[in-house]
């Protein structure tokens, strides 16, 4: 079966003189650059009302873009061999450390390369499970712990507690800006109005709240740890950008580095190789769904970021040497 795909964006002026297949993907991040480019070759992209199908056309901030396409609709998705770093197991739960690049969910342009198809693999008894049993998401490029139930009972039963916020999540993430103290944002989060793909501060939007705590100053950055009163897409990275501290490296809420007056060579060369969100999801802490025990797992930074952390580092020292 195939679905008929409609879409609509304008083109943000920041985007001025980027090529159009890599303005696709920063419009309408839920598909493939594959996908996107196949979309223009085929003339199924229009900018300002003309079919364009060159994907090294250039924009110049301000069109309107309209994607008329369509997509192979799957029902049954299939399993592969992909490996799972698995942090926890029994017979009713499964944690696992996320690594970057791994899609939660199939979709347009991810038929058979994520962690349902994983799960599906290493446990094809989860083919039953709603989901597979994956009962919350971390987006493609965030790392870190999600847990997954084994059996029906275990995800109704985790699928309530997420309900009720009784499975508290954690994350580490570094911020441009400094932040002096510890807070919290407590703003509504909806549909962007124009970029439908993409989430915003909305007064009509789901209520969401993040708690955030300074784990370590520097000069232009925060290294913050992040607790989700509410599970909302994008929920801290679209808060953060909200206060005027996005995330470092994230493509679609922080467009600039914003890099420090006299920031080295190298430095800048470090932060324009981070290419994803530094954002790492750390600590999560819940009731076992059959027992009942009180459980909590942790698990270490990813190198990248660790990493990111030393360049930063390094770039206060020098900086503070300087002077002195």
Same mark, same amino acid.
């Given at each position: 079966?195939?679905?008929?795909?409609?879409?609509?964006?304008?083109?943000?002026?920041?985007?001025?003189?980027?090529?159009?297949?890599?303005?696709?993907?920063?419009?309408?991040?839920?598909?493939?650059?594959?996908?996107?480019?196949?979309?223009?070759?085929?003339?199924?992209?229009?900018?300002?009302?003309?079919?364009?199908?060159?994907?090294?056309?250039?924009?110049?901030?301000?069109?309107?873009?309209?994607?008329?396409?369509?997509?192979?609709?799957?029902?049954?998705?299939?399993?592969?061999?992909?490996?799972?770093?698995? /942090?926890?197991?029994?017979?009713?739960?499964?944690?696992?450390?996320?690594?970057?690049?791994?899609?939660?969910?199939?979709?347009?342009?991810?038929?058979?390369?994520?962690?349902?198809?994983?799960?599906?693999?290493?446990?094809?008894?989860?083919?039953?499970?709603?989901?597979?049993?994956?009962?919350?998401?971390?987006?493609?490029?965030?790392?870190?712990?999600?847990?997954?139930?084994?059996?029906?009972?275990?995800?109704?039963?985790?699928?309530?507690?997420?309900?009720?916020?009784?499975?508290?999540?954690?994350?580490?993430?570094?911020?441009?800006?400094?932040?002096?103290?510890?807070?919290?944002?407590?703003?509504?989060?909806?549909?962007?109005?124009?970029?439908?793909?993409?989430?915003?501060?909305?007064?009509?939007?789901?209520?969401?709240?993040?708690?955030?705590?300074?784990?370590?100053?520097?000069?232009?950055?925060?290294?913050?740890?992040?607790?989700?009163?509410?599970?909302?897409?994008?929920?801290?990275?679209?808060?953060?950008?909200?206060?005027?501290?996005?995330?470092?490296?994230?493509?679609?809420?922080?467009?600039?580095?914003?890099?420090?007056?006299?920031?080295?060579?190298?430095?800048?060369?470090?932060?324009?190789?981070?290419?994803?969100?530094?954002?790492?999801?750390?600590?999560?802490?819940?009731?076992?769904?059959?027992?009942?025990?009180?459980?909590?797992?942790?698990?270490?930074?990813?190198?990248?970021? /660790?990493?990111?952390?030393?360049?930063?580092?390094?770039?206060?020292?020098?900086?503070?040497?300087?002077?002195?």
């Amino acid at each position: 079966m195939r679905k008929k795909i409609k879409l609509n964006a304008k083109v943000s002026l920041l985007q001025l003189g980027q090529r159009l297949d890599q303005t696709l993907k920063e419009l309408f991040p839920n598909y493939s650059r594959s996908f996107l480019k196949a979309w223009i070759l085929n003339q199924c992209v229009s900018v300002n009302g003309s079919i364009v199908d060159k994907a090294k056309k250039k924009v110049s901030g301000g069109e309107l873009i309209s994607i008329d396409a369509e997509i192979k609709e799957r029902t049954c998705w299939v399993s592969k061999e992909i490996p799972l770093n698995i /942090v926890y197991e029994d017979n009713e739960i499964l944690l696992i450390n996320k690594p970057s690049q791994l899609v939660v969910h199939p979709g347009p342009g991810h038929d058979d390369d994520t962690v349902m198809n994983a799960i599906l693999y290493h446990f094809p008894e989860s083919a039953c499970i709603p989901r597979a049993g994956i009962v919350h998401r971390l987006d493609k490029d965030t790392t870190g712990l999600m847990v997954i139930a084994k059996t029906i009972s275990a995800h109704n039963h985790l699928l309530q507690d997420l309900r009720k916020r009784e499975i508290i999540r954690e994350y580490e993430a570094i911020v441009s800006g400094r932040i002096i103290a510890n807070g919290k944002v407590d703003a509504p989060i909806g549909r962007h109005i124009k970029k439908r793909t993409h989430m915003a501060v909305n007064s009509v939007g789901k209520p969401a709240i993040t708690h955030y705590r300074i784990i370590k100053n520097f000069r232009h950055h925060t290294w913050l740890r992040l607790q989700l009163e509410t599970g909302r897409t994008h929920q801290i990275r679209v808060h953060m950008s909200h206060i005027s501290h996005p995330i470092v490296g994230d493509p679609i809420y922080s467009r600039h580095s914003n890099l420090p007056k006299g920031s080295s060579e190298v430095f800048m060369a470090a932060l324009s190789a981070f290419n994803r969100q530094a954002l790492h999801a750390t600590m999560l802490r819940m009731r076992h769904p059959v027992s009942g025990i009180a459980m909590e797992w942790h698990t270490e930074l990813p190198m990248d970021m /660790v990493g990111l952390i030393n360049e930063i580092q390094i770039d206060t020292e020098n900086f503070q040497q300087k002077n002195n």
